[in-house]
């Protein structure tokens, strides 16, 4: 099975690249962005990723405002064999230059949200570490990451109302990921497994001349499993930005997390983040959420519209909701994402905080796989 990106000399192994190194039914590759308004009057959040070994390309946009209902397109389709088809019926992924610029359209459809929004890179590409988590002998998840920081123009059109979307004031930042995670329907046979837990935490963060980055994967003790902590240059426009990769990031030697719950759930009422370099000098980092935005609205958990699942040749979906009337404990809703405001002491900024945890958590006093926080 060939298709164009063959013609390039790009071959990791001898099979044409329509064949994945690894035979795991839960390979994916997925592309993700999020934008918002540095002044959390908006925030929108869309993916597009294909599971070759689930012949399925799935992708979604979701937006929401303050005081307002989320709103969210689905889209799934059979694979195509042309891994630059980044399409599922109204919904498509250019990429204009690599690592530079993409547009992202949606054609008008029954979910009433429309889109033409423009994304173009103010750093270079920066390449997180490899993820690897195990779950007993099998690589529960095993990924290689890479972000960007930019900012967007367009226009979003949903059933409240048009957002003009300006350079100006919109920041967002760009995540490639591929490999092997759960995705799909779960598998079934085999002996009985424990049902695993999971502590995610990642912020990326806008300053006004550079960006801060970490994550953090912990066990149910409060382990750290993987923890990073980056900072790199943020430039003034995507014309500035050297070339691919810039060599300037500056890698910490680790990073630390603290968070407080909003009581009675797992959603952040404020973090602080520790960012510690070679030297031992440590930046702290506090964050102030002003925005939620609940994953499950681009299929993260969707109990209907979740990563990789088989819904037919091709099938468009939609939902909303009100996210301040959610049960933050039901398994759907503990993914989030929030625009926070950040502060170091001396300088402020803007980004999000992405976070979700599944099952017992030392730190945070949780005992069973989801109690929320006592105060």
């Known amino acids: 099975m060939l298709n164009k990106l063959d013609d390039f000399p790009v071959h990791q192994t001898p099979e044409p690249l329509a064949y994945p190194a690894t035979s795991d039914r839960n390979a994916y590759d997925r592309t993700w962005f999020n934008g918002y308004a540095q002044d959390g009057s908006y925030y929108f959040g869309l993916g597009l990723a294909v ?46 230059e690599p690592m530079r610029r993409t ?42 990451r890479f972000d960007q920081f930019g900012r967007w123009s367009g226009v979003i059109r949903y059933p409240e109302g048009e957002i003009q979307v300006a350079d100006q004031v919109c920041r967002g930042t760009k995540d490639r990921s591929w490999g092997v995670r759960a995705v799909g329907e779960r598998e079934v046979g085999g002996a009985p497994q424990a049902q695993g837990g999971a502590f995610f935490l990642w912020a990326p963060l806008f300053w006004d001349d550079h960006i801060t980055h970490a994550i953090f994967f912990d066990g149910p003790r409060g382990e750290a499993l993987i923890r990073e902590g980056i900072i790199a240059p943020l430039y003034a426009s995507e014309a500035e930005v050297p070339g691919v990769e810039d060599g300037r990031d500056e890698r910490m030697a680790t990073a630390r997390h603290r968070i407080k719950y909003v009581p009675g759930t797992r959603l952040a009422r404020s973090a602080e983040i520790d960012l510690i370099d070679l030297n031992g000098a440590t930046r702290t980092l506090s964050l102030d959420p002003i925005l939620k935005f609940q994953m499950k609205g681009i299929g993260y958990s969707h109990p209907q519209w979740g990563h990789g699942m088989w819904k037919g040749e091709l099938e468009i979906g939609s939902d909303s909701f009100d996210p301040q009337k959610l049960n933050m404990l039901a398994p759907e809703n503990v993914h989030v994402q929030q625009v926070v405001r950040a502060s170091d002491g001396r300088r402020t900024g803007i980004g999000v905080l992405e976070h979700v945890c599944f099952g017992p958590y030392t730190p945070a006093g949780f005992a069973e796989f989801l109690d929320g926080a006592k105060s």
């Not at 949606?106 to 033409?116: F, M, P, Q």
């Open 103 to 144: 547009r992202v359209v949606l054609e008008k459809n029954s979910s009433g949200i429309t889109c033409d929004l423009t994304f173009s890179a103010r750093s270079a590409s920066i390449q997180e570490k490899r993820q690897t988590l195990w779950s007993g002998t099998r690589r529960a998840m095993d990924a290689t």
């Open 51 to 96: 599971y070759p070994h689930r012949g399925i390309l799935d992708c979604a946009f979701s937006v929401v405002k303050p005081n307002s209902r989320q709103y969210c397109f689905f889209a799934s389709r059979r694979a195509p064999a042309e891994r630059t088809e980044m399409r599922a019926g109204p919904f498509r992924l250019d990429v204009i």
